[in-house]
C-alpha cells in the first residue's frame, strides 16, 4: 500500500491520538479553575499525561518491532478513548491526574508504531514529505483539541463534555483503521531494545540529546498559550483557545514546509535534515523573544503564530533525522528513544516554566525557552557537520 492513500489511513490515527492527547493541554484554564491549582500544579497536570507516555515508550516500540504496528495502533487508540472519558468524569484532581497518566500511557503507541507504518506506505521517494505529512496529525490533532474544548467550554455543557466527545472520536476512527490498514508484520518476538548499539549509530546521541531541549519548548509553548494569553494578555479564553489552534496551524505548515525541504535538498537525508533542524531552533530562539516582549492581543497571536512555525515544526523533521540515522527495522526502538528525551523535556519543563512565571513572570519563561531552543541547535549543528554521518 505505497501510496498517499496509506499515508492518509496513518496521518488520520494520528490526527484522533493527538486530539485525545493534547485536549488536556487546550484545558488547562479550566481545569485550573475547577480544582483551584496554582499554575505550578497546572504544570504538574501536564507531567502527569507525559508521565504515563515516557515510561512505556520502549515497551511499545518493542512491541511495535516485535508484532508489528497495527495491533499497537487499535489497543492504542482504544485506550486513549478511555482516558479521555475517565477525564470527563474524574471526581477530584487526584483522580485527574490517574486518567490521564492513562492517556500518556496509550499515547505512547504513537511515534514507534506511526513512524513505522509511514515508512511502511510512504511513495518511493517522498519519504521525508510523508514523514511530515504524517506528524501534521500532531499539531492539527491539537490544534482541533484546542477548538473542541474551548468551544464546548464555554457552552451550557461545560469542559468535561467535550472530553468525552473526543472519546467518541477516538472509537469511530479505532473502527475505521482497523478495516483500512493491513500494516507490517514484526519479528514475531518480542526483545528488550538494544539501546546501547542505537547509540553506537553516527550521531544518534547528539540528536536525542538535542530532543530533550526541543521537547521542553514544544510542550510548554503547547501547554501555556492559553494561560498567557489570558493572564498575561487579557484575552478570552475562546479567542485563546484560537490563537492555540493557530499555533498548531502554523506548526503543521512548518511539517509540510520542512519535510519538502529536506526532500529537495541535495545533501543525504540525515544530514539535510539537521540542517533543517538547525535553522528551526535558531528561529524558535528569536521568536521566543518576540512572544516574550509582545503586550498586546494581535501582536501576541502573530508572534505565537509564527513561533508555531520554527518550535512545532520540529517533531516532523527530528523523526525524518533519526529515522534515516537508523535501519528501517530498529526505527520502532530508535523512535522510542528520541521520544524519550522529547518526553523528559516535557515532564521536567512545564512545572519549572510555571515555577518561573508564578516567581518572575511570564517573559522569564518564554527567554527560558529560547535558550533551550538554542542550546538544541547546537547540538543538531555539530550533528549536521559531522564527517561520520551519511
Not at 478495516?179 to 536525542?208: F, N, T, W
Request: charge should be neutral; include cysteine; charged fraction near 10%.
Amino acid at each position: 500500500m505505497r501510496e498517499w492513500r496509506g499515508v492518509g489511513l496513518v496521518g488520520g490515527w494520528q490526527l484522533t491520538a493527538s486530539v485525545c492527547f493534547y485536549a488536556i493541554f487546550a484545558g488547562t484554564a479550566f481545569v485550573r479553575e475547577t480544582f483551584g491549582l496554582s499554575r505550578t500544579l497546572v504544570g504538574v497536570t501536564v507531567t502527569a499525561t507525559m508521565l504515563g507516555y515516557t515510561l512505556l515508550l520502549f515497551a511499545m516500540g518493542a512491541a511495535v518491532d516485535g508484532y508489528g504496528e497495527r495491533p499497537v495502533m487499535i489497543g492504542g487508540l482504544l485506550g486513549l478513548g478511555i482516558g479521555s472519558v475517565g477525564v470527563a468524569v474524574a471526581p477530584s484532581y487526584p483522580t485527574l491526574l490517574a486518567a490521564l497518566l492513562l492517556v500518556g500511557a496509550t499515547y505512547a503507541t504513537a511515534m514507534p508504531a506511526t513512524n513505522r507504518a509511514v515508512l511502511a506506505v510512504a511513495p518511493d521517494g517522498r519519504r521525508n514529505l510523508a514523514m511530515s505529512v504524517k506528524q501534521v496529525g500532531v499539531t492539527a490533532g491539537s490544534g482541533l483539541s484546542a477548538l473542541l474544548v474551548t468551544g464546548i467550554a464555554a457552552t451550557r455543557f461545560g469542559w468535561r463534555a467535550s472530553f468525552l466527545v473526543v472519546a467518541a472520536l477516538a472509537f469511530v476512527v479505532t473502527l475505521v483503521f482497523a478495516a483500512g490498514y493491513d500494516g507490517d508484520g514484526g519479528s514475531g518476538a518480542l526483545a528488550v531494545p538494544d539501546v546501547r548499539s542505537l547509540l553506537d549509530s553516527p550521531g544518534y546521541q547528539l540528536l536525542v540529546v538535542a530532543g530533550l531541549f526541543f521537547g521542553a519548548a514544544v510542550f510548554c509553548t503547547t501547554g501555556y498559550v492559553v494561560l498567557h494569553l489570558t493572564e498575561s494578555v487579557g484575552t478570552a479564553a475562546g479567542v485563546a483557545g484560537g490563537v492555540l489552534a493557530l499555533v498548531q496551524l502554523t506548526g503543521s505548515a512548518g511539517r509540510i514546509g520542512g519535510g519538502a525541504l529536506v526532500d529537495r535538498l541535495p545533501a543525504a537525508d540525515a544530514r539535510a535534515s539537521a540542517q533543517v533542524l538547525v535553522a528551526q531552533g535558531v528561529l524558535a530562539t528569536a521568536l521566543f523573544v518576540v512572544v516574550a516582549l509582545v503586550e498586546t492581543p494581535l501582536a501576541a497571536a502573530l508572534a505565537f503564530g509564527v513561533l508555531g512555525v520554527f518550535t512545532l515544526g520540529v517533531p516532523a523533521i527530528y523523526y525524518s533525522c533519526m529515522t534515516a540515522l537508523v535501519p528501517d527495522d530498529r526505527v520502532g526502538a530508535a523512535t522510542a528513544g528520541g521520544q524519550l528525551t522529547l518526553n523528559i523535556g516535557g515532564l521536567v519543563a512545564p512545572p519549572a516554566f510555571g515555577y518561573l512565571v508564578d516567581t518572575a513572570g511570564y517573559a522569564t519563561g518564554w527567554y527560558a525557552l529560547g535558550t533551550c531552543t538554542l542550546v538544541a541547535a547546537l547540538f543538531v549543528g555539530r550533528l549536521a557537520v559531522s564527517p561520520r554521518l551519511r
